[in-house]
Nanobody, 122 residues
Framework: QVQLVESGGGLMQAGGSLRLSCTAS????????MGWYRQAPGKQRELVAT???????NYDDSVKGRFTIARDNAKNTVYLQMDSLKPEDTAVYYC????????????????WGQGTQVTVSS
């Protein structure tokens, strides 16, 4: 089993910055893609950014140029630096990790963090 623990959410004024962190622990052989998603009230969960094990990144158009995803493979940790925050960035942010576990062969389940609230005031 694998656990993801997030930190770094909070309340920020528009134009400010926040940094989210997410650390995976447990039965980990290798982590493939890691990512951040968000869900605003009344809306579906949406992709924010992903990063592969080799460091290739992908961003939703709404955050390009403002958010930066990074990872530290030695620490099994993914980060999301959020700059120039806007009120529309308000949501619960979830991290994800596609994990190869010891003893599970080629199965690569996706694990999720518990979510962290980000609120941006205007």
């Amino acid at each position: 089993q694998v656990q993801l623990v997030e930190s770094g959410g909070g309340l920020m004024q528009a134009g400010g910055s926040l940094r989210l962190s997410c650390t995976a622990s447990g039965n980990i052989f290798r982590i493939n893609d890691m990512g951040w998603y968000r869900q605003a009230p009344g809306k579906q969960r949406e992709l924010v950014a992903t990063i592969s094990g080799g460091g290739s990144t992908n961003y939703d158009d709404s955050v390009k140029g403002r958010f930066t995803i990074a990872r530290d493979n030695a620490k099994n940790t993914v980060y999301l630096q959020m700059d120039s925050l806007k009120p529309e960035d308000t949501a619960v942010y979830y991290c994800s990790a596609d994990v190869q576990e010891y003893g599970r062969g080629w199965d690569v389940p996706r694990y999720w963090g518990q979510g962290t609230q980000v609120t941006v005031s205007s």
